[in-house]
Nanobody, 126 residues
């Protein structure tokens, strides 16, 4: 069983920046494709960004402008989401997800992932 713990979410003003972190169970992340999803109030959970097991390839949702960057540090069993120039529509619960590497072309798909964290709340005020 892989456990994922997100952190870094908070209330921030529009135009501000945040770094979200997700730490996986010991040794779990290095063979796992991982991603970030978000769920805004009243909306379905949607893909934001993904990164393959080695960190050599990243994937982003179409709505992502150049203000988001996903990265990982397998030595620390962690992935990160760097968020800049935040807007109120970025508000939501951000979830980390993981799946043992297999079908990288499915990284954007929510059903691809087997493990999920509890989420971290990001609120952007106008």
């Amino acid at each position: 069983q892989v456990q994922l713990v997100e952190s870094g979410g908070q209330l921030v003003q529009a135009g501000g920046s945040l770094r979200l972190s997700c730490t996986a169970s010991r040794g779990a992340s290095s063979d796992y494709d991982m991603g970030w999803f978000r769920q805004a109030p009243g909306k379905e959970r949607e893909f934001v960004a993904g990164i393959n097991w080695s960190g050599s390839r990243t994937y982003y949702a179409e709505f992502v402008r150049d203000q988001l960057t996903i990265s990982r540090n397998n030595a620390e069993n962690s992935i990160y989401l760097w968020m800049h120039r935040l807007e109120p529509e970025d508000t939501g619960v951000y979830y980390c997800a993981a799946r043992r590497k297999e079908y990288e072309h499915r990284l954007r798909e929510r059903p691809y992932y087997d493990y999920w964290g509890q989420g971290t709340q990001v609120t952007v005020s106008s």
